[in-house]
């Protein structure tokens, strides 16, 4: 039986994605509106997973820019805010041990595709109740010049954690009673436009766990549209279309930067 955590969860998720058939209906309106197989399934399928992992990966730089700019007074434009709540759909917890290797972690749907660890924390059992004390990442490198002094080197009550070849390490490693924890932002999962031939042209079928609609937040529906629509113009050699797609996105970022 499902629990009430996964129903809502599942019903958050349907809310927030982005439907591929509405993408893929759109895209070949705007490319060709006479021939419908201008842009093939697998091309599109192909584009739409680039386009999605493009507007995910910008996320995290517009975030780091973002940050460093006066914020909005007003919560509902603020863009840190707005890029936080798109990103909440990624973001998961999960216990971690010193060595671990980031794909060995599964999220809530068992899928382990760790993009990236967001924060770390320790957790230390007190009277009872748990404390929890954040973890600053560091560098091999920066690890290596810390540790040369006692005033910087990592202790219990500031601890420290780095990740290389992909597995992370925490410093210094837990006592008893001691354990470490953090968020991470997985990955989104490809789309998936799925389909069968009829009359010789290609006929969406839905079927659950085949067809994957986009991850990213409603609002990236058009910003999607584009970027498959840069991404097919220059794939059939139709510089312009590619052109107009990329001039349409372009001042849209412009306008949500000003």
Not at 7 to 24: G, H, S
Not at 115 to 139: F, H
């Amino acid at each position: 039986m499902q629990s009430l955590y996964g129903a809502i969860a599942n019903t958050n998720k349907k809310e927030i994605m982005v439907l591929i058939d509405r993408v893929y209906q759109k895209v070949l309106a705007l490319a060709n509106k006479e021939q419908r197989g201008y842009i093939t399934p697998l091309e599109f399928n192909l584009f739409a997973d680039h386009a999605q992992m493009e507007i995910f990966e910008q996320y995290f730089y517009d975030l780091g820019q973002f940050k460093r700019r006066p914020g909005s007074t007003t919560e509902y434009s603020d863009p840190v805010n707005l890029i936080e709540e798109k990103l909440y759909h990624f973001k998961n917890n999960t216990a971690l041990t010193n060595g671990m290797d980031l794909n060995s972690i599964p999220d809530f749907y068992m899928l382990s595709d760790v993009y990236r660890i967001a924060t770390g924390s320790t957790y230390q059992t007190e009277g009872g109740y748990d404390k929890s004390i954040p973890v600053e990442e560091l560098n091999h490198m920066d690890l290596l010049k810390t540790q040369n002094s006692p005033l910087t080197w990592a202790t219990q009550s500031r601890p420290i954690y780095y990740i290389r070849n992909n597995n992370i390490s925490f410093s210094p490693l837990p006592v008893a009673g001691e354990s470490f924890g953090g968020y991470y932002f997985k990955s989104p999962t490809s789309p998936n436009w799925n389909y069968t031939i009829a009359s010789g042209n290609p006929l969406h079928i839905p079927i659950p766990g085949v067809t994957q609609d986009f991850e990213l937040h409603s609002s990236e529906e058009n910003a999607l549209v584009m970027k498959i629509l840069q991404l097919a113009g220059v794939a059939i050699k139709d510089f312009n279309l590619a052109q107009i797609a990329g001039q349409k996105e372009a001042n849209t970022i412009q306008q949500e930067k000003q």
